[in-house]
């Protein structure tokens, strides 16, 4: 039985956890860094503590003060929230050890899906479709010619010592690869010091479609539909929105059993969220999972009107869930635009500072999650999201206006915000279409 | 009227705050009006000033003398070496910059509470055994 929890985490989630377990009568501890002195999250809880100076490392990220933290103030539950230690499997086993419930899978569970090879080849086993490419590296140019061969072109060379889109090649066709494959060894070599390569298949028009996923201790599972994250800017996610324009019943059937299945190969428990990619002919990809909740969980709630983070909660506790796949409904469409402290105009570059005037939209179908506050000073040490904004309508045509709406009543001065940028993105065509893939903002440009 | 009334009325005044006295017997009235809020008032309130700034002065001194000992983590404080020994100081023992005055254990890790100058411990503020946060003040110690 769960009656305390500390939640290790700052910012926006944290409330959002503090409100949830309120709501189900449970004591809250929040734990914070003296650069958090005037966050609001230390206002939310029951208890607060204060556990180390500024830095992450001395304090979200600090495992034996988060553990001290929960045994002093008699916390017999630890929620992560997203981001900090949350898919950390050692934190989730001390925890344990310490006889404190992680709110969360199992360390087993978080490793298993944290090695990325070995998630792709736990999904491949369990029949999740997997991006199609060599087993391992590659070492002859007649090996990489057969692969190709079999998984069709167009495919990727990859350096497997690079990263961040560095050390990837495009190649379209057998003469392409012939010409290329040494260059790209060569390559490899002289840039990561490790000539080694593999091949993937080329994924045209990509696009970011993942699974919200809730499973008990009991073995059930269920999804709760997808989220479509194709608005990203270098792998950050910038607007989510439930359903996918580019959806349909039998696409989400089959994707949603995909994950279901995947959830159920390793037993998993607690909300987690299977990312696919999906080309332009709607085949989709096991990229990887998250085992956590994440920072658009939001929208789903919005359009099942199933609370996450009280489900994530009460499986912990042992309780079985009370409905079933043919029970979940989806309602509606909803958007959110993640609002963050920087300057879409220099590059996205962090603009932290004292929030001097503040005023947030409202009205029907308006939802904002976020810590921030007049007067409030947002520190410099962490992430740059200081609100969530959120909303639902019956459309996605009327979720777009009322998005619109709420962006032209939004008041935050004193810093810098993206929504200059989001502004802009609800006016785009390319956008309001709902015809684009991962690459959209490469080329989009503010005005 | 007698003026030697007046007179001596006046003088039993003097230094004091009274600015205004009525005496009435029968039909005679004897006011007296005296300007005391100018010089006395203000001397006396210059000579309040001054105490006030001596004071805070003194009050200041004796801030810049003493120096707060902290926690150096989260956990529970120890005022002895280890959980069980005893208390390595009390209230007004001397101690030297360096010296070990207890310790506080995160997640069974003791980090030591040592004083960052030599002097008298005028404070102790939190007991054995006690959670304590980060940067929680846990001595005063007065510099020698």
Not at chain 1, 170 to 198: H, R
Not at chain 1, 201 to 230: M, S, W, Y
Not at chain 1, 376 to 390: G, H, Q
Not at chain 2, 73 to 95: C, D, E, M, Q
Request: hydrophobic fraction near 35%.
């Amino acid at each position: 039985m769960i009656k305390k929890v500390l939640i290790a985490n700052r910012g926006e989630i944290a409330l959002r956890i503090i409100r949830a377990c309120k709501e189900l009568g449970l004591k809250t501890v929040s734990i914070h860094s003296e650069a958090d002195k005037y966050s609001l999250h230390r206002k939310f809880a029951d208890e607060d503590i204060c556990i180390g100076p500024a830095s992450p490392a001395d304090t979200y990220l600090n495992i034996p003060r988060i553990i001290s933290a929960a045994l002093i103030t008699g916390a017999d539950a630890i929620h992560p929230g997203y981001g900090f230690l949350a898919e950390n499997g050692k934190f989730a086993e001390i925890c344990e050890k310490h006889k404190i419930v992680f709110i969360g899978p199992t360390r087993e569970m978080i490793d298993l899906m944290g090695d990325k090879i070995t998630a792709k080849n736990t999904m491949k086993k369990a029949g999740v479709p997997v991006i199609p490419g060599s087993d391992g590296l590659v070492n002859s140019i007649d090996e990489a010619k057969s692969i190709c061969k079999d998984i069709g072109y167009p495919i990727m060379l990859k350096a497997t010592a690079g990263g961040g889109g560095r050390g990837i090649r495009v190649i379209w066709n057998e003469k392409e690869l012939i010409e290329n494959f040494p260059i790209v060894q060569a390559e490899a070599k002289a840039a990561f010091g490790n000539p080694g390569i593999y091949i993937e298949k080329f994924i045209e028009n990509p696009r970011h479609i993942e699974f919200q996923i809730l499973a008990d201790k009991h073995g059930n599972v269920v999804h709760l539909g997808e989220r479509d994250c194709t608005i990203q800017r270098r792998h950050q996610k910038l607007v989510e929105e439930t359903p996918s324009p580019i959806m349909t019943p039998e696409l989400r059937e089959k994707m949603g059993e995909a994950a279901v299945k995947g959830a159920k190969s390793i037993n998993y428990k607690s909300v987690g969220t299977i990312e696919f990619i999906v080309d332009k002919n709607k085949n989709f990809y096991f990229m990887e999972m998250n085992t956590r909740i994440q920072v658009e969980h939001t929208i789903t709630e919005e359009v099942t009107k199933i609370n996450l983070i009280k489900e994530q909660i009460m499986v912990e506790l042992g309780e079985k869930l009370h409905f079933k796949q043919n029970d979940i409904k989806f309602n509606g469409h909803s958007i959110q635009c993640r609002i963050n402290c920087e300057d879409p105009y220099n590059n996205f570059a962090p603009y932290p500072g004292k929030i001097t005037s503040l005023h947030f939209p409202a009205g029907f179908g308006v939802r904002v999650d976020s810590h921030i506050y007049s007067g409030y000073e947002i520190p410099t040490y962490y992430d740059s999201l200081i609100a969530k904004l959120i909303v639902w309508a019956n459309s996605r045509n009327e979720a777009i206006n009322r998005m619109k709406r709420c962006l032209e009543e939004i008041v935050i001065e004193g810093i810098k915000t993206t929504v200059p940028f989001h502004k802009q993105l609800f006016e785009n065509k390319k956008f309001i279409s709902g015809d684009y893939d991962t690459h959209f903002l490469d080329s989009f440009k503010l005005k | 009227m007698n003026i030697e009334i007046v007179e001596y009325i006046n003088e039993l005044l003097k230094g004091t705050k009274i600015y205004e006295f009525t005496i009435e017997r029968g039909d005679s009235k004897i006011q007296i009006k005296r300007n005391v809020s100018t010089n006395e008032t203000q001397k006396e309130s210059e000579i309040e000033n001054k105490k006030e700034e001596i004071q805070v002065k003194e009050q200041e001194k004796i801030e810049e003398k003493r120096v707060t000992v902290c926690s150096p983590t989260v956990g529970i404080f120890y005022h002895g070496k280890t959980k069980l020994g005893p208390a390595l100081v009390k209230l007004n023992s001397y101690v030297k910059k360096g010296s070990l005055l207890g310790v506080v254990y995160c997640v069974g890790t003791p980090e030591n509470v040592v004083a960052p100058v030599s002097g008298t411990i005028v404070e102790i503020l939190v007991s054995n055994r006690k959670p304590v946060e980060y940067n929680q003040p846990l001595f005063v110690i007065e510099k020698e």
